[in-house]
């Protein structure tokens, strides 16, 4: 068995995963959601505090089976350096008591095997990473070769979200707030701008997305001011112009891309509308595209201990007194994952 490790932002999670089969045997996890709403966005001290008790009362229930395990994978980067932290500390604590390596794991890899959980890789996949900090897309053809094709110059889609939430007013986290509100609304009432349209950059960016949701908040008063049906069409809206960047974007790289497989990933890849406009451009290009199950397409621990699974067979452990963390490294296009 392998036991995993998420801590790298607001929800604390803890799997077990068989190595022999993919199977996915045990998975728990405690949402911050709740604490941070009041904040309208995580605020990491608090986030560690909670990953101080929340993880210890996860490693309970995996006791039937630690006597089993092979390796612990951790999440050592990106993330909050107070929130990584805890779970490493707790993950190096495991692995010495038990004389086990650690497996330090890449969060936005284990994204990407959120596509295998219970079930063998496959690869090659062109993937559009979507999420809370990044947006990307990625060529995967191996757990050690993953090029950066595209990535934001600015906020993420998963950011954008929360942003415009806590400008019209709403709680933590947008996205699903902004997604169900947009079932409502008209998204042609307010004309809001595609980014990067004119550009023939293939990046994304959506500062300027975000600050033409706040000139059109102060239009209508406000937030206090607007009403339901005001934030309804500003989220349709606002989702139609992420939509429209995304597929242009998209599209570019579809026209030189070879690789048949297409995979969206990330906790923003949830958006059902998102999902829908991702599809039928596959259909377009004649590419087929996969998703993760909706219930881990969010931060969680089997997506950590699935990549687990392939690194152990590819000998990618260490001693646990040399594994760190990697809060913030600088991703570019042309770089690796």
Same mark, same amino acid.
């Given at each position: 068995m392998i036991l995993s490790i998420e801590s790298s932002c607001d929800d604390?999670?803890?799997?077990?995963?068989?190595?022999?089969?993919?199977k996915l045997l045990h998975h728990t996890k405690i949402s911050q959601e709740a604490e941070h709403s009041h904040y309208g966005g995580v605020v990491p001290e608090l986030a560690s505090r909670l990953h101080a008790t929340a993880l210890p009362r996860l490693l309970e229930g995996a006791k039937p089976w630690l006597d089993q395990l092979k390796a612990v994978a951790i999440t050592t980067q990106p993330g909050l350096a107070v929130t990584l932290n805890e779970g490493l500390m707790m993950a190096k604590t495991i692995a010495v008591m038990n004389?086990?390596?650690?497996?330090?794991?890449?969060?936005?890899?284990?994204?990407?095997?959120?596509? *295998?959980?219970?079930?063998?890789?496959?690869?090659?996949?062109?993937?559009?990473l979507i999420s809370g900090g990044h947006t990307m897309v990625l060529r995967v053809r191996g757990i050690e070769d993953m090029e950066i094709l595209a990535t934001s110059m600015d906020d993420s889609v998963g950011e954008s979200f929360d942003k415009t939430a806590k400008m019209m007013g709403l709680g933590y986290p947008g996205g699903p707030i902004i997604e169900k509100l947009a079932r409502g609304g008209d998204e042609d009432r307010f004309d809001l701008p595609i980014p990067l349209r004119n550009s023939p950059l293939i990046a994304f960016s959506l500062s300027g997305l975000k600050?033409?949701?706040?000139?059109?908040?102060?239009?209508?008063?406000?937030?206090?001011?607007?009403?339901?049906?005001?934030?309804?069409?500003?989220?349709?809206? *606002?989702?139609?112009?992420?939509r429209g960047h995304l597929l242009q974007k998209t599209r570019k790289l *579809?026209?030189?891309?070879?690789?048949?497989?297409?995979?969206?990933?990330?906790?923003?890849?949830?958006n059902l509308y998102l999902r829908e406009a991702i599809?039928?451009?596959?259909?377009? *290009?004649?590419?087929?595209?996969?998703?993760?199950?909706?219930?881990?397409?969010?931060d969680n621990a089997a997506m950590i201990g699935r990549y687990g699974i392939d690194a152990y067979h590819a000998g990618l452990f260490e001693n646990p007194q040399d594994v760190t963390i990697t809060p913030n490294r600088k991703l570019q296009q042309g770089g690796m994952l």
């Open positions: 604390s999670a803890l799997a077990i995963t068989r190595i022999t089969d993919y004389r086990l390596p650690l497996i330090p794991v890449h969060h936005l890899k284990g994204h990407i095997y959120s596509l *295998f959980i219970d079930k063998p890789t496959r690869l090659p996949l062109l993937v559009i600050n033409a949701v706040r000139l059109t908040i102060e239009k209508l008063g406000g937030a206090e001011k607007m009403t339901h049906q005001d934030q309804c069409d500003l989220a349709a809206s *606002f989702q139609k112009a992420i *579809f026209t030189t891309e070879t690789i048949p497989d297409v995979a969206l990933v990330g906790g923003a890849s949830a599809d039928s451009l596959c259909r377009e *290009f004649d590419k087929t595209l996969h998703v993760a199950p909706l219930e881990y397409c969010a």
